[in-house]
C-alpha cells in the first residue's frame, strides 16, 4: 500500500511511545486514526484529545467504521503484541495490509532523508538533541523519537522538512526496516539476548544494519564499539567519543551548575558549546547529535544554539526537584551500561553527597544475563534499594530475582531489598541527599507522589 493511499490507520499497541509519535504523524495529516491498548495511561488520554479513537478491550466491534475497510486502511502493531490478539487476527484474517511500527518508519526514511540514532543505549537522548537542532535551525525537521522531548512536550515533530529524525530501535531486529540517509551509533553492548541469542548475533544485526544506509551518506560511529561496520560504496565514514576520533570534545569544564566544552570536527571547529542539560553523560551525547546536524549542514551558531536550549527527555537523568538540601531525579536506565553512565554522572556531579538509588530491574532475562553488571554499576553508589523485577513481556523464570543483584553489590554499599508497593512508605520515612529512581517499568509511575513526598519534607 502506498503511503498516499492511506485513508485510515490503525494501532495494536497505541500508548507505545514509539506507536503513538506514527500514530500523531497521521492524526496530523488528517486521517482517521483509530487503535487499542490494553490500559489507559497520560499518553493515550492525551492522543484521544488530539483526536485518535482508543478502546481497552480486545473488541472486534469497538474498531471505527474507517478502519474496517481494507483497501483504504494501514493497520500497524508493535511486537509486543500476541498473535493471538482477536484485533490482530481479525486483520490478518480479512487481508488487511498490516506493518510493524519499524516497517512504517521505513517507509518514511525512504520518503525523507532519514537521520537515525541506533545503540543498546544513549540513543534518545542522542536522537532527541539532534532532533531539536535541526528544528530550531534553517533546515528543521521530522522526528519520531523513543521519549518525551522536554522542548516540545511530545515524542513528535512534524515539518514540511526533507529530513526526518527517528530513533533506530534495535529490539526484534526492526531496525532493518530503516533505509537512513545518514546514521549515529552509539553503542553495541549485547542487550534483548531472549531475542538474538548469543553477542556474536546482537553484533551481526548492527553490521547489516550499517549495509542500509544509502549511497552518499553517512556513518557516524563511536570510537571504541566491538562490532564492524559493512557501508555501501559512497557512504562516508566517521567516528566519535568524549575525547577521541573525527569528533570528539576538548576543553571540557563542569562547575558551578554548568558544563562547556569545544567541539572538534573534520569540518569547522566550535568553542564554547553550553550543554542546556548539564550532565556529563551529555557531553557524549551532544557529540554525536551536533556531528550529524552539521553534516547535514546546520551552521555553527545553530549547534550552539540548539545545544544551550535543549531541555532533556522525560524519565532521561529528570530531574524534579534540585536544591541545596535535596536532589530528586528519574532515569529510564535499565541495562548495566546505562546504570553505569548514570550513576558516573551522578556522582561526578555530587562528589560530596550521600546517593541512594531506587531500582526496578526489568525483564527476567535481562537480569538472568546480567545480574553481575547490574551488581558492579549500582555499587558506584552509597545506597541501593531494589525492588521485584518487572516482568513486561515475560514470564518468571525460576531462581531469577533481584536477589542476584542483591547478593552482588560491593561491600561498601548500604542495601536492601522492599516491594514496589512498599516504595512510598520507605521515602516518607527515610532521609535523602540525593535519590534516584531508575528503571524501565513502572516504579516510575510514582514518581509524582515521591516528588510531592519530597517536597513536603523540604517545606518542613
Known sequence: MNIKDIKAVYFIGAGGIGMS???????????????????????????????????????????PHACKKKESCLIVYTPAIPTDHQELQYFRANGF??????????????AHKGLCVAGTHGKTTSSTMCAHIMHQSHLNCNAFLGGISKNYGTNYILSDSDYVVIEADEFDRSFHWLHPWMSVITSTD??????????????????????????????????????????????????????????HAENIRIGNGEILFDFISPIENITNVKLGQPIP???ENGIAAMAMAQLNGCTKEELKYGMQT???????????????????????????????QSAKSIRELYQDKHITAIFQPHLYTRTRDFYKDFADALSL????????????????????????????LGEGVKKKMILKDEVLNYVKTHNFEVLIVL????????????????????AS
Do not use: C, W
Not at 228 to 235: A, F, I, P, S
Not at 382 to 404: C, F, H, K, M, N
Open 21 to 63: 509519535a506514527i500514530a500523531r504523524y497521521f492524526l496530523k495529516r488528517g486521517l482517521v486514526v483509530g487503535g487499542y491498548d490494553k490500559t489507559p495511561s497520560d499518553l493515550t488520554r492525551r492522543l484521544e484529545k488530539e483526536g485518535m479513537l482508543i478502546h481497552y478491550e480486545e473488541n472486534i466491534d469497538e474498531i
Open 97 to 110: 495490509e498490516i506493518q510493524k511500527r519499524a516497517q512504517v518508519l521505513g517507509t518514511l526514511t525512504q
Open 190 to 247: 549485547p542487550d534483548h539476548l531472549d531475542i538474538y541469542g548469543t553477542k556474536e548475533a546482537y553484533l551481526e544485526s548492527f553490521r547489516h544494519y550499517t549495509e542500509l544506509i544509502q549511497p552518499g551518506g553517512a556513518l557516524i560511529i563511536h570510537r571504541d564499539l566491538e562490532m564492524k561496520e559493512n557501508l555501501q560504496n559512497g557512504v562516508r565514514r566517521y567516528d566519535y567519543s568524549l575525547n577521541e576520533g573525527d569528533f
Open 281 to 283: 553523560i551529555n557531553i
Open 310 to 340: 535543549f531541555g532533556g527527555v522525560d524519565r532521561r537523568f529528570d530531574f524534579k526537584i534540585k536544591t541545596d538540601k535535596l536532589v530528586f531525579l528519574s532515569d529510564y536506565a535499565h541495562h548495566p551500561k546505562e546504570i553505569y
Open 381 to 408: 553508589l552509597d545506597e541501593v534499594i531494589l525492588t521485584e523485577i518487572y516482568p513486561a513481556r515475560e514470564e518468571p523464570i525460576e531462581g531469577v530475582t533481584s536477589q542476584l543483584i542483591y547478593d552482588n
Open 439 to 458: 528503571g524501565a517499568g513502572d516504579l516510575d509511575n510514582l514518581v509524582p507522589q515521591i516528588t510531592k513526598l519530597l517536597n513536603s519534607k523540604i
